[in-house]
């Protein structure tokens, strides 16, 4: 089977049999989306959705999350990995946002990677989720899906090679929703440890279950 020819078949079946597909943080509008991925790393999404209604509430707005000191965000934020240093990134970034944006999000990889507590993979889900650009965020799910289904070849061994080989090989109209089948995927069924290869119906074009069969 070629490379096409896999990449035919899964996005066929994520497309039959997950048709909608979205973010699992809760959010009204982009800025709330911002924090909630910032604060969404090397954390959960219940996690986040436990803490953000109280943030929210109290900083609404970019303008009001600027003037907070970083001490008064950690007291809201405080269940989540990292506290300290995200408190100080949501600081940082509403008043870049504030001073630098007018408090708008900005649309483009660059403006957004220049925001504290911005990198890549987060720059890239609002690109997608915002904007509905053709961006792919590369997170854990992301990078061990495309692994063992054989998306992407071995020597993919950073998140930048992996999503430039996605970016090639998927069509950009299915991109910002492929983002999302691949770390729901990933969330649900082909879990880091003990992953679900026997009901999951991706599993005859799987290389890792082929490989785990081989003798």
């Known amino acids: 089977m070629t490379k096409k020819e896999l990449y035919k078949h899964v996005l066929n079946y994520f497309q039959t049999s997950m048709p909608v597909a979205e973010t699992e943080l809760h959010y009204e509008n982009p800025f709330q989306l911002l924090v909630a991925v910032i604060l969404s790393a090397q954390c959960t999404d219940k996690r986040v959705n436990l803490v953000t209604p109280a943030l929210f509430e109290a900083f609404p707005t970019p303008e009001t999350m600027a003037e907070a000191t970083p001490e008064a965000l950690f007291e809201y934020i405080r269940s989540v990995s990292y506290p300290n240093n995200k408190s100080r990134h ?116 799987c290389r890792h279950r082929v490989n785990r069969m081989v003798p």
């Open 90 to 205: 949501l600081a940082g970034m509403a008043r870049m946002l504030t001073k630098d944006f007018g408090g708008q999000i900005p649309s483009t990889l660059e403006e957004l990677v220049r925001l504290p507590g911005v990198g890549r993979k987060t720059a890239n889900v609002i690109q997608s989720v915002v904007f509905d650009k053709a961006a792919m965020a590369v997170d854990t799910h992301v990078f061990r899906v495309s692994h063992r289904l054989g998306l992407v070849s071995d020597n993919c061994t950073t998140p930048l090679s992996v999503e430039k080989e996605l970016l090639r090989n998927i069509p950009e109209a299915q991109i910002p929703i492929a983002h999302h089948w691949l770390i729901l995927h990933g969330r649900y069924t082909c879990t880091a440890r003990n992953p679900k290869c026997d009901t999951c119906g991706l599993q005859v074009w």
